[in-house]
């Protein structure tokens, strides 16, 4: 079992930048890619980026690339998503996710996650 928790989330100017934190707990929580979702009211979930684990491989969709940056910290099983140059478009309600199966890489599709945190809101507002 992994359990998620999201934080850091807030309201920003564009330009701005904001770290958000998804602090994890669980026996093998070290060996699992970790991803970070977004979603606003009435559109898809929409996977934003991931590190894999242990390589520490990331990717990013197109929208962020050279903006955002995902990290982790094993030793306090925390993985952060720094995100830079905020645009009101990046607006959302942030989530960090385990997948149920344990993989030297990063799932793709967001049905591969079985574990969520519980989201934190980025407004990006001028």
């Known amino acids: 079992q992994v359990q998620l928790v999201e934080s850091g989330g807030g309201l920003v100017q564009p330009g701005e930048s904001l770290t958000l934190s998804c602090a994890a707990s669980g026996a093998t929580v070290d060996y699992y890619g970790i991803a970070w979702f977004r979603q606003v009211p009435g559109k898809e979930r929409e996977r934003v980026g991931c590190?894999?684990?242990?390589?520490?491989?990331?990717d990013y969709v197109d929208s962020v690339k050279g903006r955002f940056t995902i990290s982790r910290d094993n030793a306090k099983k925390t993985v952060y998503l720094e995100m830079n140059s905020l645009k009101p478009e990046d607006t959302a309600v942030y989530y960090c996710?385990?997948?149920?199966?344990?993989?030297?890489?990063?799932?793709?599709?967001?049905?591969?996650?079985?574990?969520w945190g519980q989201g934190t809101q980025v407004t990006v507002s001028s």
């Open positions: 996710a385990a997948p149920e199966i344990i993989a030297p890489f990063c799932w793709e599709e967001l049905t591969e996650y079985k574990y």
């Open positions: 590190i894999s684990s242990p390589e520490g491989n990331t």
